[in-house]
């Protein structure tokens, strides 16, 4: 698809350069689709991927790629449609292309069409127009391949003029009737047409307002009481679009916050799940479509959010849907506010089915924006690590389902390949030595992530604890290479309260060899983020080392400060490190003080 994209640029590019040549090169792609027709039952674009071993099949079998390299090269030259070009291609386009049989091919037309109308509809929407309601107007397909095709374009056809109407005169009625059209039309079975409704309705509601409240209500009534899958959730996908239209106020102008709650509260609404189904595939569109602007509603719709983890699979899966949606908008005031409630939740709750939906929504956060998932992993994960050891089962598979999606987002290939084992050694401790292996065998080429190091941290804190002096010892190494493999080491800053005591601790170990890997762990995390990240990290291992003196007591004596020689041969090995690691600037500053 990369390859067929930068074609059609450089072919809008070369009309650019020499625009007498556009009617030809229109002329041509027209050709080149009706030359490549669709074989029923065998161009499928999942195909694409075999298309290389099998190149003695090309001729045919992959026409679909050709009738799609066709829309896209149009989508790029949109500018360069002259006046006299656009009744042509646009007749053009709804005889078949907006319908291809296969997906992507219509759906790479149909935003094609939609971008010509962009370009094109100010100057030449009264020719446009014609053209599309004629063909809606009057189906004429023979046979059962063409009705199927026909049908798929007319609703193609529907969306694109709901892209018409924002240039057509409110004089008329033409976008009222548009709009009812295109409100019909949510009912069908396509995703895809859904979505691109949505994104139509904004601009056309603009010049309804006087209608807000008929659409709305007619909207809201889908949603609570219509039967059919595709009805309930295009009529989600509607809500949206008119209440991105209307703007943020008209949420509560028409109360329609309140109402979609009521219909996902089970203490209201007991025995209706498709309108609680319905109501959370609002949530998410709203999230979907609104973004950021529609965190301030989230904290509100938390509780009933985590109260439809207890219901039936498809509540489930739809609340699923509306946590995705929630995170991946949520801001870094956002996490600040749901974090704390959704880890109260799982505090307080006396019933598992709550705790184990304030996990499931945990386990959401995984589809935070990379800046925000570093900001609350550090959070998140150890506190699904303590959920693990809970006595009901199914929250305990809940945190490992939860701690699932947070391997999924991943991006680092080489830890992203050793994900189950570092998952099974959180969850279970004697897989931690075996984990740890998988680690120092790995040879890293590319940055550890804000996902990766979030597993990593709290197997690391684990091998620090064990009673193993060679799990130690390698724990230490890998902590100590940490700062060279993270790609920032802002990322590294939440983890060092759950790493450093230790480590500080096995700087008093009574073996010398832990001693000295911890010590250079510490030296190398200096190293690698300075030492404005270890405030007091050099004056409390100087007081280990050199032990001040200590307080009077009573009587005007002094109390000795108790301290073994291997505590104090410890700190210094420590601090020695850490003095070596911030340069010679560091020692020379130093060096008064350690001979006093």
């Known amino acids: 698809p990369h390859v067929r994209q930068s074609a059609a640029r450089a072919i809008a590019l070369a009309i650019a350069e020499v625009p007498e040549s556009a009617e030809q090169v229109f002329e041509s792609l027209q050709s080149l689709y009706t030359e490549n027709p669709t074989h029923f039952g065998s161009d499928n674009p999942l195909s694409e991927r075999f298309s290389l071993l099998n190149e003695e099949s090309s001729e045919g079998f992959y026409s679909w790629m050709v009738r799609e390299g066709v829309a896209l090269t149009l989508g790029e030259a949109a500018a360069m449609v002259s006046a006299d070009d656009v009744e042509l291609l646009f007749e053009f386009l709804v005889t078949r292309p907006l319908g291809d049989p296969v997906d992507a091919v219509k759906d790479a037309f149909l935003n094609t069409t939609l971008k010509l109308i962009d370009e094109l509809g100010a100057e030449h929407a009264n020719s446009i127009f014609p053209i599309l309601e004629d063909f809606l107007a009057f189906p004429d397909a023979q046979g059962e391949e063409e009705v199927f095709v026909q049908d798929r374009a007319r609703q193609s056809c529907v969306v694109c003029l709901g892209g018409l109407a924002q240039h057509l005169p409110v004089e008329g009625g033409k976008p009222q009737e548009i709009m009812d059209r295109l409100l019909a039309s949510l009912s069908t079975p396509s995703e895809a047409v859904q979505q691109s409704i949505s994104k139509c309705l904004p601009g056309l509601v603009k010049v309804q307002k006087d209608r807000a409240e008929e659409l709305l209500s007619r909207l809201l009534q889908v949603i609570a009481e219509a039967s059919g899958h595709a009805e309930r959730r295009g009529a989600a996908y509607g809500l949206a679009g008119l209440v991105k239209g209307l703007g943020l106020s008209s949420l509560k102008q028409h109360q329609i916050i309140p109402k979609l709650s009521e219909m996902v509260d089970p203490k209201v609404n007991k025995k209706n799940n498709l309108s609680r189904e319905a109501a959370l595939w609002a949530f998410e569109c709203l999230c979907k479509t609104m973004g950021r602007l529609f965190e301030p509603y989230v904290i509100h719709i938390l509780p009933l959010l985590l109260e439809c983890f207890n219901a039936g699979e498809a509540i489930r899966e739809a609340a699923f849907g509306a946590a995705d949606a929630i995170m991946s908008q949520l801001s870094g005031q956002g996490v600040k506010l749901v974090l704390p409630a959704l880890l109260k939740s799982i505090d307080e709750a006396d019933a598992w089915r709550t705790k184990q939906g304030a996990i499931d929504v945990l386990g959401a956060m995984a589809h935070c924006a990379p800046r925000q998932l570093s900001q609350c992993l550090p959070?998140?994960?150890?506190?699904?690590?303590?959920?693990?050891?809970?006595?009901?089962?199914?929250?305990?598979?809940?945190?490992?389902?939860?701690?699932?999606?947070?391997?999924?987002?991943?991006?680092?290939?080489?830890?992203?390949?050793?994900?189950?084992?570092?998952?099974?050694?959180?969850?279970?401790?004697?897989?931690?030595?075996?984990?740890?292996?998988?680690?120092?065998?790995?040879?890293?080429?590319?940055?550890?992530?804000?996902?990766?190091?979030?597993?990593?941290?709290?197997?690391?804190?684990?091998?620090?604890?064990?009673?193993?002096?060679?799990?130690?010892?390698?724990?230490?190494?890998?902590?100590?290479?940490?700062?060279?493999?993270?790609?920032?080491?802002?990322?590294?800053?939440?983890?060092?309260?759950?790493?450093?005591?230790?480590?500080?601790?096995?700087?008093?170990?009574?073996?010398?060899e832990v001693r000295a890997v911890a010590a250079k762990a510490i030296g190398s995390l200096v190293r690698g983020m300075g030492e404005a990240a270890f405030p007091t990290l050099v004056s409390d291992l100087l007081d280990r080392a050199c032990p001040p003196p200590g307080a009077l007591d009573d009587y005007g004596n002094e109390v000795k400060v108790s301290s073994t020689t291997v505590e104090r041969a410890g700190a210094a090995q420590g601090l020695s490190e850490v003095i070596a690691g911030l340069g010679m600037d560091k020692f020379a500053e130093m060096m008064p003080e350690l001979l006093q």
Do not use: W
């Not at 999924?408 to 080489?414: A, F, K, L, S, T």
């Not at 700062?483 to 170990?509: R, T």
């Open 379 to 512: 959070t998140v994960v150890p506190r699904l690590c303590e959920t693990l050891q809970d006595t009901h089962p199914k929250v305990k598979a809940a945190s490992l389902a939860s701690l699932e999606r947070i391997g999924d987002v991943i991006r680092n290939p080489e830890i992203k390949e050793i994900s189950k084992d570092l998952l099974k050694a959180l969850s279970d401790a004697s897989y931690t030595s075996k984990a740890l292996q998988r680690l120092m065998d790995m040879a890293f080429v590319h940055a550890v992530d804000a996902p990766s190091l979030a597993i990593i941290m709290p197997i690391l804190q684990k091998s620090l604890k064990d009673r193993s002096t060679e799990t130690k010892k390698c724990g230490c190494q890998i902590v100590g290479s940490m700062c060279s493999l993270i790609g920032d080491e802002k990322d590294m800053v939440p983890y060092l309260p759950m790493v450093l005591p230790e480590l500080q601790e096995m700087l008093m170990d009574g073996i010398p």
